[in-house]
């Protein structure tokens, strides 16, 4: 792995939009937490373990009840879809030796979105690359979570609503991809297994399912999403 001047310059090119989007999230995220007795070294410890944008906001008022145990079976529940985020990305990271551990503890919905791309910049380390993008994006939501602890204690606002950021920020990214994709599989099976699911187990177990099924899509469309297998995949 080798990280210089052109694979900074490369990375941070690439994460600064999610980086920027992620300093404002968080900000409302620690904001949020600071309102419910948890101090910024506590989001900054949240975001350095759980890592998940969703699953921290929905789990701020369980932990300010109390319910520490519905707040990590929520996580589980939640965060089930990096499971198999992580599944899908073993053969691009099978040759990034001890940063593979890194690359797939920090993979969220984000940094999955543009490192499963396959368009990587040219004349760069994509390891030195990859490791980058992660860590840069991480690295802001940690920021902007502190931020907004600090700012949580000197500001008196409602901060009702700040947490459908995250919805608006998922939107944003389905939509990205949709219009930067030809091949619309994955996005629609996405789309309508998410639904489906979301109807027939209810609003608490829907995700697991759901990811099952478009894992065993996309697994089944590989040869069509994938001429020939080959690739950076590979």
Not at 140 to 168: E, H, V
Not at 191 to 217: D, H, Q, S
């Amino acid at each position: 792995m080798r990280i210089g001047k052109k694979e900074l310059e490369a990375a941070l090119k690439t994460s600064l939009p999610i980086m920027v989007t992620f300093i404002i999230l968080g900000s409302g995220y620690g904001i949020i937490m600071e309102e419910h007795g948890f101090g910024p070294l506590w989001s900054v410890l949240s975001g350095i373990i759980i890592f998940s944008g969703t699953v921290q906001f929905v789990s701020i008022s369980m932990l300010g009840g109390g319910s520490f145990l519905m707040a990590a079976v929520t996580a589980l529940m939640v965060s089930a879809r990096h499971i198999f985020l992580s599944i899908s990305m073993i053969g691009r990271y099978k040759n990034e030796g001890k940063g593979k551990w890194y690359l797939f503890y920090a993979l969220c919905d984000e940094t999955y979105a543009v490192l499963s791309s396959d368009r990587y910049p040219e004349d760069i380390d994509i390891s030195g690359y990859r490791i980058l993008v992660t860590l840069f994006d991480q690295a802001s939501w940690i920021l902007g979570s502190f931020l907004g602890g600090m700012l949580g204690r000197y500001l008196d606002f409602d901060s009702r609503g700040i947490d459908f950021s995250m919805t608006a920020l998922f939107a944003t990214v389905f939509l990205e991809q949709w219009l930067d994709s030809k091949e619309h599989f994955p996005a629609l099976l996405g789309l309508f297994a998410t639904l489906i699911c979301r109807y027939v187990f209810g609003a608490e177990i829907f995700l697991i399912p759901a990811m099952i099924i478009i894992i065993g899509g996309l697994t089944l469309m590989r040869n069509r999403l994938e001429p020939g297998g080959g690739g950076i995949n590979d």
